[in-house]
């Protein structure tokens, strides 16, 4: 049941719980910092609203209609260490994080078909993207 709540409130605030168990659970365990949406400290995170597409298509549900969920997750390439979400649904078209560190730039979307087996992949990167990344997820 609190798995459903968490995804129902998916699409309305992009709010989620961190799976990774990061260092911060609050912005009191980070003096003078913010805790990120991937349970670190930093000075000065950012916001991003990744945003996608299927095939060049708005996402929809008739768009999404073969695919069960998505996978996203934000990667810091210079340690590897990445942050995933899933399931994230479809149909919205988009995920915003509101609090991530600078060094969390690549992103990468898979989607899941209606068995679960692994279809469209996409990636991209948060440098220049001014706060909004699109990616066409491919089927």
């Known amino acids: 049941m609190r798995a459903l709540a968490v995804l129902s409130m998916l699409p309305l605030v992009g709010c989620f719980e961190a799976v990774d168990g990061g260092a911060c659970g609050s912005d009191n365990d980070?003096?003078?910092?913010?805790?990120?949406?991937?349970?670190?400290?930093?000075?000065?995170?950012?916001?991003?609203?990744?945003?996608?597409?299927?095939?060049?298509?708005?996402?929809?549900?008739?768009?999404?209609?073969?695919?069960?969920?998505?996978?996203?997750?934000?990667?810091?390439?210079?340690?590897?260490?990445?942050?995933?979400?899933?399931?994230?649904p479809c149909a919205p078209g988009s995920f915003f994080y509101d609090k991530l560190p600078q060094s969390y730039t690549d992103v990468q979307l898979w989607s899941f078909g209606l068995s679960g087996q692994r279809g469209g992949f996409a990636s991209g990167s948060a440098i220049g993207s001014n706060g909004a990344l699109t990616l066409d997820l491919t089927r």
């Open 30 to 88: 980070c003096p003078g910092a913010a805790c990120t949406r991937v349970g670190e400290c930093a000075e000065n995170p950012y916001a991003l609203r990744v945003s996608w597409t299927i095939a060049g298509q708005p996402a929809s549900a008739a768009a999404c209609a073969s695919i069960s969920e998505l996978e996203l997750s934000i990667i810091d390439p210079s340690t590897g260490t990445a942050h995933t979400v899933r399931p994230v």
